[in-house]
């Protein structure tokens, strides 16, 4: 195995330019295009969404990330669903969606799919062509699955480079990543990728093996998910003592040791990678005969706290039948308008399932949330919302710390200061 790691401090240069194609324009593919094309490398976008397409080449960000809005109308990206650009390519990155089937295991399809659609273009390129795997896909895949697919397509390397970026600052994090894992088999096709890292990026590279570098990415989501289990452990045994856990976890984060991060106490974690992340983990330890506790636990803990939050309700409002519940935030965080594994889908249902109305606001997962919900709730302003019989805040977008929560009841998911001056307040961990 052959690791290093190295801090990197070049500048860009010349010559150091590639033109490199992104397929798939999700979260990561369109925040790693307008990346590197703020790099002063040529892009191309592909993806088989077309209004996507129509979308990025007038420079219009199809997602809420504030970054990227802002980004994408000074850079010079061609998207296109022709998977035959890349051949104009020296450098593909593989974007695909990893979902979870419905044993939690990893859904391969949009990562089997567009490698496939690439191995065919590339039978046709004369020159060395580096392809890239940058989503998330479990140890053992990228050589597993993905090599064999470019057996006889030409002179091509390939290497895993996961993203670690967050929803809400994705392009600022892509800028300035607290590490670059470069998972390769081969040193002259990680020499490529770092290159290209070289030109203006700062983080410490760190390069290793294929199947340690999918780790790697698996690892940290995991151990990210554990942390907020565990803080809502701790928060929930805090509630019973009548103990802040907000001060309690700042009082752990003085330490070094353990940080202040991602020690946030709530309803849990969602979004599109921890959930699925961690049941990919376990999954694929199931399939080689270990049983990962810890992350079932995890899991588990994270699948219980909004059946707390409900049970929180109750106590303030027995019967939801009839009754007008009020949700304050739908995105799974602040700063995004994703609500793919939102906790609010779970808890509305829940609502729904026992005869309340519910009417809903959220600054920017409206829209998203509609198609999830097309009729079954109402969508509002905060202050329609405010007029409810109870409010649940589900999501801590800033905005929600200026409204006026007097003379209300309200359970809160997400740890909203302001809402304390409520009638009746309950929160979920403290
Ligand atoms: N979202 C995040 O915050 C985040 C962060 C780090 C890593 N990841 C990982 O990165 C990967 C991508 O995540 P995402 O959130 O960007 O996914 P996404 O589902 O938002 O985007 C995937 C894109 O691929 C496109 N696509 C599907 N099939 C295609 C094909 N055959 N050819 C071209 N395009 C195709 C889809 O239309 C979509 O635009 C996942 O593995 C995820 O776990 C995500």
Redesign the pocket.
Known sequence: MDMEAKETELQPSEDKKKTISV????????TTAVGFALKGHKVIG????EE?VRQVNKRICPIYEPGLVKAIENVEITATTD?GAALKSDISFI????PSRSDGSIDLF??D??AR?LAEVLKAKKDRHLVVV????VPGTTEGVIVPLFRNSGEVAICAN??????GT?IEDFLAPDRIVIGENDRAAGDILCKLYDNGFKSPIYRTDIKTAEMI?YASNAFLATRVSFINEIGNICKELGIDVYKVARGMGYDKRIGSEYLSAGIGFG???LP??IAALIAKSREIGHRARILEEVSNLNKKQPVRLLKLLKKHVPSLKNKTIGVLGLAFKPGTD?VRSSKAIEIIQALLDEGARVVAYDPRAIANFMRLFPSEIEFASPEKVLAADAILILTEWDEFNSLDYRSKIVIDGRMIAKAKEARIYEGICW
């Not at 940058?134 to 896909?137: D, E, L, Q």
């Open positions: 397929i798939g324009l999700g979260v990561v593919g369109l592909i993806d088989i969404d996507k998977h974007c695909g969606g990893t949009y990562i799919t567009p659609q940058r989503s998330t896909i996961p993203e670690f970026l967050r929803e994705a990415k979004g599109f990678c699925k992340d994703d």
